[in-house]
């Protein structure tokens, strides 16, 4: 007869670093990793095939590397089990199991955190939920932090986090003498456009991530995306090479040209590290220690290294924050009461505005687009056209391979579609045709013209720019920061105003309501 049981450790899809606080103190005599695939995963929202590939070939790898250390795992495959849901799946098994406790590292999204909680009510078996030791502000110094505040802004929290860290920081002061190389990032490539790139290293899929890429291609035939061009790290090992390959190849540029886009060029100098990081293949502190050596060395300039550092150590630290703080209320938030369908074409590509077809058809292909793109472009557009933010949510957790809630969530309803009112954004991200025109070569070839708002070639984003302002003039005319664009909107004449609301009108018609 085998000893009971003492810990079932969950290992969750995006807990797959090899430090995993819930493997802390295992004892394979007595304990067991608990792993599963599960359709709901895949199938709550229409996920993209390389966000579902992604996960299951990082967490066979994940598994076979515990089992190769003597680590009993205990692995439900996709379709091998009856279980659709993780908390079905993982009820069966505490039955069957009967351990004494049930430990897992907090889990990223606030749906998976209640149905674990609900597992061990049901079962009595107590769960034992562990301070996840991956991110550099764990939740209860970010409420600490952030209780009382009148609002949570980035720049705020971003250079407490420095300042508590220590990171680019010489004493008290931020290293080079400011917090925000800001005016030296941000460039557009120019007419000459951005020139010879380097190309990312990729990684070919090996047997069993080969394996993986067949059976998501059976199991989820209808699903939306392309697995040709799978070429994701789906292990620690090939998330370093990543990481190394970025801050010797791409990094010196990074921040200058971390907001311009190109047609054809999804990468640029993008690190493409964020679906490592959200399964946990590779730590925050791994990635910024890498960068601050480049810095070090004189490979890459305070600029660069800043503006990269602001993303992982500002930015995902603060939305991972935010998203405890306020789910599950963020859900529900639609303040700007927008009421449309999104687009079908957000899910085809196929659209006759160039900027668009461009963003989405990569995403289709690639399960990436960089963070302009997102908000930029297609975050843009569905918020000037005023599609319901839940639809809009829905969409980017599914399509991007680095897709999880916590960091998805506050990125789509917050800074891109201001459905919270402004509890992470402080006015809403909106421009005309003219940003994109700025910072891309996408109007090149579109049938459009981003200075026309009214007319045949006039282009929807030009038009419902407008729109947006004059639909919200009540809200945001007075606002500190908002305010110049709103006055712009004054200047308008009411014959142009007329127009413009009758061409934007007809924008939004035909994509109809969207479904509450
Ligand atoms: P880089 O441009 O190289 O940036 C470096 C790293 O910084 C990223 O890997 C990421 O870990 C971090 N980072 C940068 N910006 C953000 C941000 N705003 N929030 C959180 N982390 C950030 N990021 C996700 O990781 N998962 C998501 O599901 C996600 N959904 C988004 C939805 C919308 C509407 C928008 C506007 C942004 C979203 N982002 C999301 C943030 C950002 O777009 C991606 O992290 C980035 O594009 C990933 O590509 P990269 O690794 O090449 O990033
Ligand atoms: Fe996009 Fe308008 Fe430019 Fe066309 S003209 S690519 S629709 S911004």
Redesign the pocket.
């Given at each position: 007869m085998s000893p009971p049981l003492r810990h079932l450790v969950l290992a969750l899809g995006d807990q797959l670093d090899p430090d995993n606080v819930a493997l802390g103190g295992i004892d394979p005599r007595q304990d067991r990793v608990w792993m599963a695939e599960v359709r709901e995963e895949a199938t709550h929202v229409w996920s993209h095939k390389a966000r579902i590939a992604l996960f299951l070939a990082a967490m066979r790898h994940f598994r076979d590397h515990l089992r190769a250390q003597g680590i009993p795992v205990e692995y439900r495959q996709l379709g091998t089990h009856p279980h659709e849901s993780l908390a079905t799946a993982l009820a069966a098994d505490v039955r069957r199991l009967a351990p004494a406790r049930l430990v897992v590292a907090e889990p990223g999204d606030w749906r998976v955190r209640e149905a674990l909680g609900a597992v061990s009510r049901e079962t009595g078996v107590p769960l034992e939920v562990r301070q996840d030791a991956h991110f550099l502000c764990p939740t209860a110094d970010f409420n600490a932090w952030s209780a009382g505040r009148r609002s949570i802004r980035l720049e705020h929290f971003y250079r407490w986090l420095r300042a508590r860290t220590g990171i680019l920081m010489d004493g008290d002061a931020p290293r080079g003498g400011r917090w925000n190389f800001d005016a030296d990032n941000r460039a557009a490539f120019g007419r000459a456009g951005p020139g010879l790139l380097p190309a990312p290293r990729g990684f070919a899929p090996d047997a069993l991530t080969r394996a993986v890429l067949a059976e998501v291609e059976v199991h989820y035939p209808d699903h939306p995306g392309s697995l040709a061009r799978f070429d994701w790290p789906v292990t620690p090992a090939d998330a370093k090479q990543a990481l190394a390959d970025f801050i010797a190849h791409r990094l010196p540029q990074f921040g200058r040209y971390q907001d311009a886009m190109w047609a054809g060029e999804p990468w640029l100098y993008h690190s493409r590290l964020s679906a490592a990081l959200n399964l946990k293949l590779i730590s925050p502190r791994q990635v910024i220690e890498a960068s601050l050596s480049a810095l070090d060395d004189g490979h890459a300039p305070l600029a660069a290294v800043e503006g990269f550092v602001r993303q992982i150590l500002g930015w995902r630290e603060l939305v991972r924050g935010l998203y405890w703080r306020h789910m599950p209320g963020w859900l529900a938030q639609n303040a700007l009461d927008a009421d449309r369908a999104l687009p079908d074409f957000y899910w085809t590509g196929e659209t006759?505005?160039?900027?668009?077809r461009?963003a989405i058809g990569q995403t289709l292909a690639l399960g990436y687009a960089h963070h302009i793109q997102r908000l930029m472009?297609t975050g843009l557009y569905a918020l000037l056209l005023g599609v319901r933010p839940q639809a809009v949510h829905a969409w980017y957790l599914a399509v991007y391979v680095d897709a999880v809630e916590w960091a998805e969530l506050p990125n789509t309803l917050g800074m891109s579609q201001y459905a919270d009112g402004g509890w992470l954004a402080s006015k809403p991200y909106v421009a005309?045709?003219?940003?994109?025109?700025r910072m891309?070569d996408?109007?090149k070839?579109?049938?459009?013209?981003?200075a026309h708002a009214v007319g045949e070639r006039a282009?929807?984003?030009?038009t419902l720019y407008w729109d947006f302002l004059d639909r919200h003039r009540d809200r945001f005319a007075e606002h500190p920061r908002a305010g110049l664009q709103w006055r712009n909107l004054a200047r308008l004449d009411d014959a142009t105003l007329m127009r413009i609301r009758a061409q934007a009108a007809g924008l939004r018609d035909a994509v109809g309501e969207g479904p509450r």
């Open positions: 006759d505005l160039a900027c668009l461009e472009v005309s045709g003219r940003y994109i025109q891309s996408y109007c070839g579109c049938r459009y013209d981003p282009c929807p984003f030009t």
